[in-house]
């Protein structure tokens, strides 16, 4: 079993932007593209690390991260947030309801692939 | 020689004869067939309590001793009737119109209706009386030791006659007095007792002078011959003294409670004023006619050493004629037992209304309003207070042990009641006499008053002779009867004259110096002014039209339901039939404490005053009142007006701080929208311009797909800056537009053909032509863009396997009505309200846009003068677009 990422988002093209670049880095990408039943996906697919946008429809990225620090088994779950909304009251909303990496939009592809290592990296190491 | 019990029974069918008189009166007055009850006659009659024992037998002593002196006594009130006739009549009107029980009352009334005052007043009275109660009963023993036994004067101490009078006296006034509370407190069968009493001493006392002048000098001339003759002709006049005595006489005549009862309290029709003022001092002269001679011939047949008080008696009784002495003894009794009655039923009244019934209010505060039980506890009040005053006279006249010169008692007495003059008179004529003036003058003159004159006067050691001859302390210009150094003064013109100096500069001081209440000016107006404001004489008899009036005002004040809620109670508490209670005194006082609540005292006074008392109150007093009650009422409603402008400034500022809170949200969230908007197709350009830079591997069918989607972002995010702009522009009112007739289906036809160019139209579009051949005036590219929206999100969401949008138009009102209903599922009813909000997108999913369109659209329908609406309750997405038409139907 390789690497596992879960990455939800409801913008197809960057969807197929990060799919490509963490495939190539040896990622097994699966993806999703609605908030409403996010949980249930994650809880199923059991990824190794989630890539979470924040605007998706049904329910937001920072309920999501909410519920997901409050479930057993997906609290340590390594998140990465992903936003467009450039505000700067996201990013404590985000730190507050316990992100792991709070990035905004647009983004280089090295930072992104950059951070999904280093994360994984933390949560090899604990 | 009479026997004491001849004597005894003389005098209780006599009273008995009175209690006849009385009650029949009464009863007459009652059946309300009484004219002759309420005849001038019997008015003036009743005045006559001013001779009581002291001018029936004092005024013979008093000629015996100083002279013609005597007349002074007689002049004051013959001067006031005479001159100042009118000044009565206005005391009269005030009394009655103000329904004053009592001189004490009219003070208080005067003043504010303060009780301070009627308290001062009574106190004075009583103090003042009570010597000259127990005068009466000296009088009496006097005159019945004269008859039965012809011992010295003085020794004779049977008391028990007195006691026994003083409890018939009480007794009689008691039942007369207090049989019952008129309103108007008016006495008729104490009023024709005293009158028949009048009758009797007048009767008496001429014919003792027609026996003396007639029987025994043998003729008027004979008689003046023997004046002449004496030292009491001899015309010595004591200017200081006389003028003194006239003052005092005159001021007792107005102020004596007893006087007040029969002048004002009694009095039935003012106009009886008119008769008396030259009845009375007709009276007057008779009953002093025969003083002079009396004295003279006295003087010469009695032995030396008589007291001249009882020629009267003495003189008859010396020549046999004991029926003669007899008719003179129920003379003096007469005038000793109507002036009791009389003045216990006055101090009674200012008793228990000033004294004993303030008290008990107060510590019965709830239940007070119970009127049944008000109206026994003051009957009660009185009878007690008369049982009261009667022994007060009694143990007096036993403390006192009798022996004093009569006249002297009745002087001081005068003296004292003097004292309420300036507060009266100054009452009555100046609007600018105040409460505090009143107090002040009272206070002062009854001080000075007890210093100078009661308390040396008395003697039985209530002053210390060491005062009297070196002063209090030492001080010598304090000395009672040589105040400030001034000596040699007759004691009561020395008294008079700093006690009513004082009296009134201290009235006079404090009147200016204080300021009245508005109670006390409307008060003041009301006694000053009485003549402009009363038509007449009139009761304070109320109808039901009046508590129509004051039901209509009191709903003005207090409100409709309260005011019903009042009167209701009050109507019921009355236990009458209908819905509005009587105007009684008790249910007007009721009301103008509830009015005052609302209004303040004096307004709720002048207001019942001007319902129930006529046009008791000028404009001119209401404007005084206003006047005041204005500035207190400019600056509260300065405060109110400060307060209002705060608390509005208040608001405006919440308001303003939560608008621009809502708006720095609503900022916040257009921001984060138009970021979100602008980044994400900017994320994919960078995302994919970056794979293509770094991955030369890449096949050419992924450079082609990946640089499609730079290619197709970078368009969007064109398309969101173009619509941005366009919103932009519209919001602001900047658009230029280009308003042209045309007709609608060439407008649809256009925006049909662009929004299903180059998509894979599978939307079907339904029209019927017939009806679009219709000429509207609007900017036709503009209208074109918003049906290009309207068509695009159909079918874009219309989410029907074989989707269809139906196109209708009709003419409704003069308005084009173009709907857009598509067979989809339509917007969900929850946010149907937000279509036209700005980003809205039912799906992101499928949405190419950033959710400007419909609020673009609406815009450009507002400046165009139509509207767009989503239709709820249509079988799937449903616009409405409403628009003006161009005049008229296009021919077809």
Excluded at chain 2, 420 to 442: D, E, H, K, M, N
Excluded at chain 2, 602 to 612: D, E, K, L, S
Excluded at chain 2, 819 to 845: C, H
């Amino acid at each position: 079993m390789g690497r596992h990422v879960l990455l939800i988002e409801d913008e197809a093209n960057i969807t197929e932007a990060i799919r490509f670049l963490l495939t190539r880095e040896g990622w097994t990408v699966d993806t999703h593209a609605d908030g409403r039943d996010a949980i249930e996906v994650i809880r199923a697919a059991k990824p190794d690390l989630v890539i979470l946008d924040v605007m998706l429809p049904g329910k937001s990225g920072m309920d999501i991260l909410r519920e997901l620090r409050d479930s057993d088994g997906l609290r340590d779950l390594p998140v990465l947030m992903l936003t467009a909304r450039g505000q700067s009251r996201d990013r404590e909303m985000a730190e507050k309801a316990g992100v792991n990496r709070f990035m905004t939009k647009p983004f280089s592809n090295a930072e992104v692939v950059t951070a999904v290592r280093d994360l994984y990296a933390q949560a090899s190491r604990t | 020689m009479a026997t004491l019990n001849l004597m005894v029974l003389v005098c209780l069918a006599y009273v008995a004869l009175l209690f006849i008189v009385a009650f029949a009166a009464d009863r007459l007055a009652a059946t309300g067939r009484s004219t002759w009850l309420r005849s001038p006659l019997v008015y003036t009659l009743s005045l006559s309590i001013y001779c009581t024992a002291w001018t029936f037998y004092g005024a013979v002593g008093y000629a015996a001793r100083s002279g013609l002196e005597y007349v002074t006594i007689y002049l004051g009130p013959t001067l006031v009737m005479v001159g100042w006739w009118w000044g009565l009549r206005k005391l009269v009107r005030v009394g009655r119109s103000q329904r004053v029980t009592s001189i004490a009352d009219l003070i208080s009334s005067r003043y504010g209706k303060s009780n301070l005052l009627a308290i001062c007043v009574t106190v004075l009275a009583v103090v003042g009386i009570t010597p000259y109660i127990a005068l009466q009963l000296q009088s009496i023993t006097l005159s019945f030791s004269i008859f039965f036994e012809e011992a010295p004067v003085g020794a004779y101490s049977d008391a028990s006659v007195v006691f026994w009078v003083a409890a018939g006296l009480a007794v009689f006034a008691i039942l007369f007095g207090t049989r019952n509370l008129d309103a108007n407190e008016r006495h008729h069968g104490v009023v024709t007792a005293i009158a028949l009493e009048a009758v009797v001493k007048l009767i008496a006392l001429l014919a003792v002078g027609i026996f003396v002048v007639w029987g025994l000098s043998g003729g008027v001339s004979e008689t003046m011959a023997r004046i002449d003759a004496s030292p009491i002709g001899e015309w010595k006049v004591n200017g200081s003294r006389w003028a003194t005595i006239t003052f005092l006489a005159v001021a007792a005549f107005v102020c004596l409670p007893r006087m007040f009862q029969v002048m004002v309290v009694e009095n039935d029709d003012e106009r009886h004023l008119r008769t008396a003022a030259w009845a009375f001092p007709t009276y007057l002269l008779l009953i002093s006619l025969f003083v002079v001679p009396i004295a003279v011939v006295g003087l010469e047949v009695m032995p030396e050493g008589s007291n001249p008080d009882m020629f009267v008696l003495t003189v008859p009784l010396s020549q046999g004629r004991e029926t003669l002495a007899m008719l003179s003894f129920l003379g003096g009794f007469s005038s000793a037992t109507s002036m009791v009655i009389v003045a216990a039923m006055a101090l009674s009244t200012m008793v228990s209304n000033h004294l004993v019934m303030p008290i008990w209010l107060s510590s019965q505060s709830d239940r007070a309003s119970v009127s049944g039980d008000v109206r026994h506890v003051i009957l009660l009040a009185r009878r007690v207070s008369i049982a009261v005053i009667m022994a007060l006279g009694y143990f007096y006249f036993r403390l006192s042990g009798g022996g004093a010169a009569l006249a002297s008692i009745g002087l001081i007495s005068f003296a004292g009641i003097a004292q309420i003059l300036p507060a009266l008179v100054g009452g009555l004529f100046w609007r600018g006499a105040t409460r505090s003036g009143a107090l002040a003058g009272l206070t002062v003159g009854f001080a000075l008053w007890l210093y100078t004159l009661l308390l040396p006067g008395l003697g039985g050691g209530l002053m210390p002779d060491w005062v009297l001859s070196d002063g209090p302390f030492g001080i010598g210009w304090l000395r009672p009867q040589a105040l400030f150094g001034i000596q040699g003064l007759d004691p009561i013109v020395h008294a008079v004259m700093w006690s009513m100096l004082l009296n009134t500069a201290a009235f006079c001081a404090a009147s200016l110096l204080s300021f009245p209440s508005p109670l006390e000016r409307l008060q003041g107006a009301q006694f000053v002014n009485v003549f402009d404001h009363s038509a007449g004489p009139r009761g304070w008899t109320g109808s039901v039209a009046q508590s129509e009036d004051l039901m209509i005002m009191s709903q003005r004040i207090l409100g409709a339901r309260e005011a019903q809620d009042l009167f209701q109670s009050e109507a019921a508490l009355q236990g009458g039939r209908g819905h509005l209670p009587e105007p009684t005194p008790l249910f007007l006082e009721r009301l103008e404490r509830e009015l005052s609540g609302s209004v303040g005292a004096a307004a709720a006074h002048a207001m019942i005053g001007q319902i129930v008392g006529g046009s008791s109150v000028s404009v001119e007093d209401l404007l005084a009142v206003a006047d005041e009650s204005a500035q207190l009422m400019e600056y509260s409603s300065q405060l109110e007006v400060k307060s209002g402008e705060l608390a509005r400034t208040a608001k405006q500022l919440r308001e303003a701080n939560e608008k621009l809170t809502q708006i720095s949200l609503q900022k916040d969230a257009f921001l984060g929208q138009i970021s979100h908007e602008l980044r994400t197709p900017m994320t994919s350009i960078r995302a994919f311009s970056e794979i293509l830079r770094d991955n030369d591997g890449l096949n050419t069918q992924d450079k082609v797909r990946y640089a499609t989607i730079i290619h197709d972002e970078a368009l969007r995010l064109t398309r969101l800056l173009d619509d941005l702009l366009d919103l932009s522009v519209l919001e602001n009112g900047q658009v230029s537009l280009n308003m042209r007739d045309g007709i609608l289906a060439e407008v649809l036809d256009r925006a049909v053909a662009s929004a299903l160019a180059g998509a894979e139209a599978s939307l079907a579009v339904r029209r019927r032509r017939i009806s679009e051949t219709v000429q509207v005036r609007s900017d036709l590219d503009r209208l074109a863009q918003v049906f290009i929206n309207l068509i695009a999100n159909a079918q874009k969401y219309c989410d029907a396997p074989n989707p269809e949008l139906t196109i209708s138009v009709h003419d409704v009102g003069g308005q084009a009505v173009v709907d857009f209903i598509d067979n989809g599922s339509g917007i969900p009813a929850e946010v149907q309200s937000t279509v036209f909000e700005k980003f809205f997108r039912v799906n992101a999913e499928k949405a190419g846009g950033a959710g400007l369109g419909l609020a673009i659209s609406r815009e450009i329908m507002l400046r165009l003068g139509g509207d767009i609406v989503y239709l709820p309750g249509q079988s799937g997405g449903a616009f409405r677009v409403t628009l003006p038409l161009a005049g008229q139907m296009a021919a077809q």
